[in-house]
């Protein structure tokens, strides 16, 4: 199967950190991605990483990567009310002359004071 | 503001309607894909082009048409929708075939009435 699972909700307090987990059960992949969607917003590409990398950081963002589980986590430092949004996992595999992109179902992450 | 650009942001129409959902990248890519997200539910791969040719058709319904005239613009024409074909459709490019990231447009938050 081709599934990516999210959990569904986290809140957390402003200046915390957020860690948003995520898992997958096909091991082909060849780059995992955080998107984040603000309301009424489209799909921004925050992140992604490669199937042979184990952690990326890129300034408040740290994406962990257990290839042995199968277990992607995308950690949000010092958390802003801005931040709140609803973040999607996504693995792709080049297939057919294209990167397909499956989609987890998505975490809501609510900040609050 | 991602270089893909989704018109219009709203749409309602009646189930006996026929209307097309346009989107437009400037961003050089070669690959355009269509996407539904409804409530609750992991975004779904609707179609993708691929150097203008149609690559990925996921057991669509036929009452969805897409079209690609060409490798900026992609087209998803409408035409007796069901009420369950609400939702937001998003739309995305990329540059395949070594195409690590897809920048997805702001959506077309359709209704059917």
């Known amino acids: 199967g081709e599934d990516v699972e999210q959990s569904l909700f986290l809140s957390v307090r402003e200046g915390d950190s957020s860690v948003i987990n995520c898992t997958y059960t096909d091991s082909s992949s060849t780059y995992l991605y955080w998107y984040k969607q603000e309301p009424g917003a489209g799909l921004q590409l925050l992140t992604y990483?490669?199937?042979?990398?184990d952690m990326k950081q890129d300034q408040r963002l740290t994406v962990l990567l257990n290839k042995k589980d199968k277990h992607l986590s995308l950690r949000i430092a010092d958390t802003q009310t801005g931040d709140s949004a609803i973040y999607f996992c996504a693995k792709g595999a080049f297939s057919g002359g294209y990167n397909k992109l499956i989609f987890g179902a998505g975490t809501r992450l609510a900040v609050h004071p | 503001e991602t270089g893909v650009t989704q018109t219009p942001r709203h749409l309602v129409m009646g189930m006996t309607n026929k209307k097309s959902l346009k989107c437009e990248q400037h961003l050089g890519h070669n690959a355009m894909y269509w996407y539904k997200q409804s409530a609750k539910k992991p975004l779904e791969l609707m179609f993708v082009?691929?150097?203008?040719?149609?690559?990925e058709n996921n057991s669509v319904p036929s009452r969805f048409s897409p079209e690609c005239p060409n490798s900026s613009h992609l087209f998803l024409h409408l035409h007796t929708l069901q009420p369950e074909d609400s939702a937001l459709y998003l739309c995305a490019s990329s540059q395949a075939p070594v195409d690590t990231e897809a920048f997805f447009g702001q959506g077309t938050r359709l209704t059917v009435v």
């Open positions: 990483i490669f199937s042979n990398m």
């Open positions: 082009y691929s150097l203008e040719e149609r690559v």
